[in-house]
């Protein structure tokens, strides 16, 4: 049942899918290796943008910092995850901020290499077209949501998203998300307010959708879940 969650919301490795070997090979090869701590910050929002990134192994989050000082989390992001690729194409300043929420290895790809490298196979910038629509139909799926979903199937949203980078599989089926999520965080994926979200968690922790394990979240139905968060 994790594969279908992450099926719904999976975007890693878009970029090097159906690359061949050796373009893959050549990726790893112009880039240089990154280690994260948990909770250590990749880069701010607003930093300039000197590359793109892939993670190997470990989870990030997205966040932004609102008006009013709370950080909005955007998404979690696991294995095989293309970071950086915005500011790396138009030129413009970080959007958000990248942080650690295990121990991360990464690989950083300098904007020249990347561009040395896509200009040698321009298979590379097809791959690059494809994670970009990718991510804008996620964008729009959102603001449909935001309109025809009700706030119960926009934080189900928010909970099978979190699943993609956080979810470990219990052998009873049961996905555990393994870091600890506040309601604001899900209040900020979701686009609510964080007593409307409080609100829809109490009714899908109720109804046993969900459950805590200590101070973690339990996906105890993960294809009823899957269920609400569709549009």
């Known amino acids: 049942m994790?594969?279908?969650?992450?099926?719904?919301?999976?975007?890693?490795?878009?970029?090097?899918?159906?690359?061949?070997?050796?373009?893959?090979?050549?990726?790893?090869?112009?880039?240089?290796?990154?280690?994260?701590?948990?909770?250590?910050?990749l880069f701010h929002a607003g930093d300039i943008g000197d590359g793109?990134?892939?993670?190997?192994?470990?989870?990030?989050?997205a966040a932004v910092v609102a008006r009013d000082g709370q950080e909005r989390?955007?998404?979690?992001?696991?294995?095989?995850?293309?970071?950086?690729?915005?500011?790396?194409?138009?030129?413009?300043?970080?959007?958000?901020?990248?942080?650690?929420?295990?121990?991360?290895?990464?690989?950083?790809?300098?904007?020249?290499?990347?561009?040395?490298?896509?200009?040698?196979?321009?298979?590379?910038?097809?791959?690059?077209?494809?994670?970009?629509?990718?991510?804008?139909?996620?964008?729009?799926?959102?603001?449909?949501?935001?309109?025809?979903?009700s706030v119960s199937g926009r934080v189900a949203r928010a909970f099978?998203?979190?699943?993609e980078g956080l979810g470990d599989e219990q052998p009873d089926g049961r996905i555990l998300l393994a870091h600890k999520i506040t309601q604001n965080d899900i209040a900020g994926m979701a686009g609510v307010a964080r007593e409307n979200a409080s609100r829809a968690i109490n009714d899908l922790l109720r109804e046993g959708v969900l459950s805590r394990a200590g101070s973690f979240y339990l996906i105890e139905r993960p294809a009823e879940l899957l269920d609400m968060a569709e549009i």
């Open 73 to 149: 989390l955007l998404a979690v992001l696991g294995p095989g995850a293309f970071i950086g690729e915005l500011a790396l194409i138009d030129d413009e300043p970080r959007s958000a901020t990248i942080a650690a929420l295990k121990p991360c290895r990464l690989i950083h790809l300098s904007k020249q290499a990347f561009f040395r490298l896509a200009d040698e196979n321009p298979l590379i910038y097809r791959q690059a077209l494809r994670l970009l629509a990718h991510r804008l139909r996620g964008t729009n799926e959102s603001v449909v949501a935001q309109g025809t979903v």
């Open 2 to 41: 994790l594969r279908k969650l992450k099926a719904a919301t999976h975007e890693s490795g878009l970029l090097t899918r159906d690359m061949p070997w050796t373009l893959r090979r050549a990726f790893v090869s112009a880039s240089r290796p990154v280690e994260l701590r948990a909770r250590e910050v």
């Open 160 to 163: 099978a998203s979190l699943a």
């Open 52 to 61: 793109c990134y892939i993670v190997r192994s470990g989870v990030v989050k």
